[in-house]
T-cell receptor, first 114, second 115 residues
Framework: DAGITQSPRHKVTETGTPVTLRCHQTENHRYMYWYRQDPGHGLRLIHYSYGVKDTDKGEVSDGYSVSRSKTEDFLLTLESATSSQTSVYFC?????????????FGPGTRLLVL | KQEVTQIPAALSVPEGENLVLNCSFTDSAIYNLQWFRQDPGKGLTSLLLIQSSQREQTSGRLNASLDKSSGRSTLYIAASQPGDSATYLCAVPGPGSSNTGKLIFGQGTTLQVKP
């Protein structure tokens, strides 16, 4: 398995509070991605990173911000959580120079916003 | 806008059957297509990646085909086993994704193989 961990694995929070999810990789892959998975919508890309301090928006980026200060860590922040952000969040990594186009996924974080 | 559809949403078969999962996409200008497996409560695991220049890709009992002109891909599972029970998702590159690797996913087919 690719060395990807996500923390926390489960979180319950209240509307309006900030939340930060962490993705950590040990593969030294250049690209990192944050997806959310919801019934009826499948997986949708939130933000991605193509290097340290290099990030860009995905399909559903409103209400989310990201940061990548080190190759191994990619943080997803919900500045003020809303109930619509209740979801399962997945991190993925990719390195086209070594692993081709394949993306490797973390185990996911289940977030419940009350 | 690229859309990916997987039909059926759910499938139940007896053990030992050969089966085909379908994936269709609206924009044929893709350079690859990936099939993933997701077990309940888990992340996704890559099964097969087919480049646009290929028509098939095989791994063990799995065979994936790609027909860009018709906007279709199939995942063939031979001699299904209860351990194959999972959700299978296909994904294609999104717009402007030649370097970024952004993916657009179908909603998946949930397969149950009964002993």
């Amino acid at each position: 398995d690719a060395g990807i961990t996500q923390s926390p694995r489960h979180k319950v929070t209240e509307t309006g509070t900030p939340v930060t999810l962490r993705c950590h990789q040990t593969e030294n892959h250049r690209y990192m991605y944050w997806y959310r998975q919801d019934p009826g919508h499948g997986l949708r890309l939130i933000h991605y990173s193509y290097g340290v301090k290099d990030t860009d928006k995905g399909e559903v980026s409103d209400g989310y911000s990201v940061s990548r200060s080190k190759t191994e860590d990619f943080l997803l922040t919900l500045e003020s959580a809303t109930s619509s952000q209740t979801s399962v969040y997945f991190c993925a990594i990719r390195d086209p120079t070594s692993g081709g186009e394949t993306q490797y996924f973390g185990p996911g974080t289940r977030l419940l916003v009350l | 806008k690229q859309e990916v559809t997987q039909i059926p949403a759910a499938l139940s078969v007896p053990e030992g059957e050969n089966l085909v999962l379908n994936c269709s996409f609206t924009d044929s200008a893709i350079y690859n297509l990936q099939w993933f497996r997701q077990d309940p409560g888990k992340g996704l695991t890559s099964l097969l990646l087919i480049q646009s220049s290929q028509r098939e890709q095989t791994s063990g009992r799995l065979n994936a085909s790609l027909d860009k002109s018709s906007g279709r891909s199939t995942l063939y599972i031979a001699a299904s086993q209860p351990g194959d029970s999972a959700t299978y998702l296909c994904a294609v590159p999104g717009p402007g994704s030649s370097n970024t690797g952004k993916l657009i996913f179908g909603q998946g087919t949930t397969l149950q193989v009964k002993p």
